[in-house]
Protein backbone atom coordinates (compact mmCIF):
# COMPACT_ATOMS: atom_id res chain seq x y z
CA UNK A 1 0.00 0.00 0.00
CA UNK A 2 1.28 3.75 -0.88
CA UNK A 3 1.01 6.34 1.13
CA UNK A 4 1.90 10.65 0.97
CA UNK A 5 2.10 10.52 4.79
CA UNK A 6 5.87 12.29 4.15
CA UNK A 7 3.94 14.86 2.24
CA UNK A 8 1.52 15.39 4.15
CA UNK A 9 3.75 15.71 7.78
CA UNK A 10 6.10 18.13 5.94
CA UNK A 11 3.47 20.37 5.17
CA UNK A 12 2.42 20.79 8.63
CA UNK A 13 6.28 21.31 9.65
CA UNK A 14 5.53 17.53 12.01
CA UNK A 15 8.58 15.45 12.79
CA UNK A 16 8.05 11.60 12.81
CA UNK A 17 8.16 12.11 16.23
CA UNK A 18 5.44 14.56 16.82
CA UNK A 19 3.11 12.87 14.59
CA UNK A 20 3.58 9.32 16.36
CA UNK A 21 2.77 11.33 20.22
CA UNK A 22 -0.25 12.70 18.56
CA UNK A 23 -1.33 8.92 16.94
CA UNK A 24 -0.47 7.48 20.14
CA UNK A 25 2.42 5.51 18.52
CA UNK A 26 5.66 5.06 18.70
CA UNK A 27 8.00 6.94 16.10
CA UNK A 28 8.78 3.84 14.04
CA UNK A 29 5.90 2.94 13.60
CA UNK A 30 5.43 6.22 12.09
CA UNK A 31 9.16 5.28 9.88
CA UNK A 32 7.91 2.03 9.40
CA UNK A 33 4.43 3.25 7.64
CA UNK A 34 6.15 6.00 5.62
CA UNK A 35 8.99 3.87 4.01
CA UNK A 36 5.94 1.57 3.13
CA UNK A 37 7.42 -1.04 5.28
CA UNK A 38 4.31 -1.49 7.22
CA UNK A 39 0.71 -0.81 6.56
CA UNK A 40 -1.71 1.02 9.69
CA UNK A 41 -4.26 -0.85 10.99
CA UNK A 42 -7.93 0.90 10.70
CA UNK A 43 -7.55 2.85 13.80
CA UNK A 44 -4.21 4.23 13.24
CA UNK A 45 -5.19 4.48 9.57
CA UNK A 46 -8.48 6.99 11.32
CA UNK A 47 -6.41 8.48 13.61
CA UNK A 48 -4.02 10.02 11.35
CA UNK A 49 -6.20 11.01 8.44
CA UNK A 50 -8.21 12.57 11.70
CA UNK A 51 -4.82 14.71 12.21
CA UNK A 52 -4.70 15.65 8.53
CA UNK A 53 -8.16 16.50 8.23
CA UNK A 54 -8.72 14.53 5.35
CA UNK A 55 -9.73 11.07 4.24
CA UNK A 56 -8.06 7.85 4.54
CA UNK A 57 -7.92 7.15 0.95
CA UNK A 58 -6.43 10.41 0.46
CA UNK A 59 -3.77 9.65 2.80
CA UNK A 60 -2.90 5.23 1.78
CA UNK A 61 -3.89 4.11 -1.52
CA UNK A 62 -3.51 0.70 -3.67
CA UNK A 63 -0.49 0.85 -5.50
CA UNK A 64 -3.06 0.24 -8.73
CA UNK A 65 -4.61 2.91 -8.33
CA UNK B 1 -15.05 -5.77 37.85
CA UNK B 2 -14.63 -6.30 34.10
CA UNK B 3 -13.36 -2.56 33.64
CA UNK B 4 -11.37 -2.96 36.63
CA UNK B 5 -9.25 -5.96 35.16
CA UNK B 6 -9.03 -4.05 31.53
CA UNK B 7 -7.58 -1.32 33.42
CA UNK B 8 -4.70 -3.08 36.04
CA UNK B 9 -1.23 -2.94 34.80
CA UNK B 10 -0.03 -5.87 36.27
CA UNK B 11 2.80 -3.52 38.47
CA UNK B 12 6.08 -4.88 39.61
CA UNK B 13 6.21 -7.42 36.50
CA UNK B 14 10.58 -7.16 36.60
CA UNK B 15 10.51 -7.57 40.51
CA UNK B 16 7.70 -10.88 40.56
CA UNK B 17 9.91 -12.48 37.59
CA UNK B 18 12.85 -12.22 39.76
CA UNK B 19 11.66 -13.28 42.64
CA UNK B 20 9.84 -16.28 40.97
CA UNK B 21 13.06 -17.50 39.61
CA UNK B 22 14.93 -17.33 43.00
CA UNK B 23 12.25 -18.98 44.74
CA UNK B 24 11.87 -21.71 41.97
CA UNK B 25 16.19 -22.24 42.43
CA UNK B 26 15.91 -21.73 46.34
CA UNK B 27 15.05 -25.48 47.69
CA UNK B 28 18.24 -26.14 45.28
CA UNK B 29 20.34 -24.53 47.42
CA UNK B 30 18.64 -25.58 50.40
CA UNK B 31 18.52 -29.65 49.75
CA UNK B 32 22.42 -28.82 48.33
CA UNK B 33 23.35 -26.99 51.91
CA UNK B 34 22.43 -30.39 53.83
CA UNK B 35 24.42 -33.19 54.86
CA UNK B 36 23.99 -36.87 53.67
CA UNK B 37 22.56 -37.94 57.46
CA UNK B 38 20.10 -35.14 57.72
CA UNK B 39 18.78 -35.99 54.70
CA UNK B 40 18.19 -39.43 55.27
CA UNK B 41 16.65 -39.14 58.58
CA UNK B 42 14.11 -36.19 57.19
CA UNK B 43 11.03 -36.84 56.40
CA UNK B 44 10.72 -37.04 52.45
CA UNK B 45 7.51 -35.96 52.44
CA UNK B 46 8.71 -32.49 53.97
CA UNK B 47 11.35 -31.78 51.12
CA UNK B 48 8.40 -32.99 48.78
CA UNK B 49 6.15 -30.36 50.21
CA UNK B 50 9.33 -27.85 49.97
CA UNK B 51 9.49 -28.40 46.38
CA UNK B 52 6.23 -27.93 45.68
CA UNK B 53 5.13 -24.56 47.13
CA UNK B 54 8.29 -23.17 45.87
CA UNK B 55 7.07 -24.38 42.25
CA UNK B 56 3.86 -23.17 43.07
CA UNK B 57 4.50 -19.73 44.11
CA UNK B 58 7.27 -19.73 41.16
CA UNK B 59 4.17 -20.84 38.74
CA UNK B 60 1.87 -18.13 39.61
CA UNK B 61 4.81 -15.53 39.80
CA UNK B 62 5.50 -16.76 35.86
CA UNK B 63 1.95 -16.37 34.60
CA UNK B 64 1.44 -13.31 36.73
CA UNK B 65 4.37 -11.93 34.25
CA UNK B 66 3.33 -13.56 31.56
CA UNK B 67 -0.22 -11.60 31.50
CA UNK B 68 1.48 -8.44 32.30
CA UNK B 69 3.83 -8.80 29.37
CA UNK B 70 1.13 -9.83 26.83
CA UNK B 71 -1.10 -7.15 28.32
CA UNK B 72 1.27 -3.93 28.02
CA UNK B 73 2.25 -5.16 24.59
CA UNK B 74 -1.30 -5.94 23.56
CA UNK B 75 -1.87 -2.05 24.65
CA UNK B 76 1.54 -0.98 23.58
CA UNK B 77 2.45 0.07 19.84
CA UNK B 78 0.98 -1.49 16.97
CA UNK B 79 4.22 -2.17 15.29
CA UNK B 80 5.99 -3.98 18.25
CA UNK B 81 2.77 -5.99 18.89
CA UNK B 82 3.14 -7.16 15.04
CA UNK B 83 6.75 -7.66 15.58
CA UNK B 84 5.78 -9.97 18.64
CA UNK B 85 3.15 -12.10 17.32
CA UNK B 86 5.49 -12.52 14.01
CA UNK B 87 8.34 -13.88 16.52
CA UNK B 88 5.78 -15.81 18.47
CA UNK B 89 5.25 -17.90 14.61
CA UNK B 90 8.99 -17.92 14.25
CA UNK B 91 9.37 -19.39 17.51
CA UNK B 92 6.67 -21.70 17.48
CA UNK B 93 7.05 -23.56 14.15
CA UNK B 94 11.14 -23.46 15.12
CA UNK B 95 9.96 -25.74 18.27
CA UNK B 96 7.13 -27.67 16.66
CA UNK B 97 10.39 -28.87 13.95
CA UNK B 98 13.03 -29.07 16.72
CA UNK B 99 10.60 -31.38 18.53
CA UNK B 100 9.66 -33.49 15.82
CA UNK B 101 13.78 -34.10 14.66
CA UNK B 102 14.70 -34.48 18.74
CA UNK B 103 11.93 -37.32 19.53
CA UNK B 104 12.94 -39.20 16.27
CA UNK B 105 16.33 -38.79 16.92
CA UNK B 106 16.49 -39.20 20.99
CA UNK B 107 13.62 -42.57 19.80
CA UNK B 108 16.22 -44.25 17.51
CA UNK B 109 19.76 -43.53 19.54
CA UNK B 110 19.06 -42.47 23.15
CA UNK B 111 15.77 -42.73 24.55
CA UNK B 112 16.80 -41.41 28.24
CA UNK B 113 17.24 -37.97 27.08
CA UNK B 114 13.30 -37.82 26.09
CA UNK B 115 13.31 -36.70 29.93
CA UNK B 116 15.09 -33.59 28.82
CA UNK B 117 13.05 -32.92 25.98
CA UNK B 118 10.57 -30.20 27.47
CA UNK B 119 13.69 -28.60 28.94
CA UNK B 120 15.26 -28.08 25.57
CA UNK B 121 11.95 -27.26 23.51
CA UNK B 122 11.69 -24.54 26.24
CA UNK B 123 15.41 -23.14 25.69
CA UNK B 124 14.95 -23.46 21.81
CA UNK B 125 11.76 -21.65 22.00
CA UNK B 126 13.40 -18.84 23.94
CA UNK B 127 16.22 -18.28 21.82
CA UNK B 128 14.11 -18.68 18.83
CA UNK B 129 11.54 -16.07 19.76
CA UNK B 130 15.07 -13.71 20.69
CA UNK B 131 16.26 -14.13 16.94
CA UNK B 132 12.92 -13.93 15.69
CA UNK B 133 12.06 -10.48 16.80
CA UNK B 134 15.83 -9.75 15.35
CA UNK B 135 14.99 -10.92 12.33
CA UNK B 136 11.33 -9.23 12.13
CA UNK B 137 12.66 -6.08 13.32
CA UNK B 138 15.10 -5.83 10.24
CA UNK B 139 12.14 -6.21 8.06
CA UNK B 140 10.09 -3.15 9.40
CA UNK B 141 13.61 -1.04 9.61
Redo the contacts between chains.
Keep these: MKNVLHILRAEKRYSQDDLAKLVD ?2 R ?2 IN ?1 IERE ?2 D ?2 LP ?1 ALKIAKVFNKKVEEIFFLESN | MKNHLKNFSFPYKSIVLIFSCLILILPLFYIGSLSVDQIINSNPNNLRLLLIISTLISSIGFIYCTLGYHFQIIKG ?4 F ?1 IHLEALNIAFTTSLVVLFALIFIFLNFNPTLLNYLLIILAIVAILAYIIGIEIVKR ?3
Excluded: H
Design positions: VSQTAKYPSL | DELIRKYR
